[in-house]
Every structure is written in structure tokens, then in C-alpha cells.
């Protein structure tokens, strides 16, 4: 039998908001340290995960953490890689960058002055 974790994810949250809210670097520091416990055990993944949807625990992760991603991605739920623009078409401008020739931008609507009584 397993035993529970005795970190909470209300507690640390709450730990977070005081931190924030008073600038208590006690509560900033107790909270990072729980975090750091949830991050680095992989039995508490799913845990930490869930206590990241709080934008001030990502927060934390993102500054001195940086578990976050790394745990997704192990898991399989990192997001899939942006599709990269075919060969031909980076080939094509840089082609286009060297030889100086770059297209103008469509002439679209042209904006209204802000200024139209100093027109002349």
C-alpha cells in the first residue's frame, strides 16, 4: 500500500498566492521546495502536472523549476513539432534575400489622417 503524499496542491497554491500577494519569501520558498519534491518524483508527475494549470505554479516552474515540460514530454503529451515550410520554399527565399529583389507589400486601403485639417 502506498502512502499518500502529505504535499497538497490547495496548500502549495495557497503558499504561492501569499507569496505573491505579500512578497513572503519564507512561503515562496516553501512552496518552491514542495514543488521541487512533486517534480523530481515520478510517482507525483500527474500531481505536479495538475497543480501546473495554476498560472503561478507554471510560473515557478518556469523560473527555477523547469520540470514541466520535461514531464510532459516523458509522459507522451508534449505538443507535436510545427510543420517546417517545404525545401523548395526555403531555397527559394534565400534565393530571393540574395539577388536584393523582394516583393512590395499589395497596396491596400489607405489609412484615413488623424490630422486632416493639416492636409495641404
Do not use: C
Amino acid at each position: 500500500m502506498t502512502r499518500p503524499s502529505r504535499i497538497s496542491r490547495a496548500r502549495i497554491v495557497e503558499q504561492l498566492r501569499l507569496a505573491a500577494r505579500k512578497g513572503d519569501r519564507g512561503a515562496l520558498m516553501l512552496a518552491a521546495e514542495q514543488m521541487k519534491t512533486l517534480a523530481y518524483t515520478p510517482r507525483y508527475w500527474d500531481k505536479y502536472l495538475d497543480l501546473l494549470a495554476n498560472p503561478l505554479a507554471r510560473l515557478v516552474d518556469l523560473l527555477l523549476i523547469k520540470q514541466g515540460d520535461k514531464i510532459a514530454h516523458q509522459k507522451g503529451w508534449a505538443r507535436p513539432k510545427r510543420a517546417r515550410p517545404p525545401a523548395k520554399a526555403l531555397a527559394r527565399d534565400r534565393k530571393a534575400a540574395k539577388s536584393g529583389s523582394r516583393r512590395r507589400p499589395s497596396a491596400g486601403p489607405a489609412q484615413p489622417s488623424l490630422f486632416p485639417d493639416l492636409q495641404t
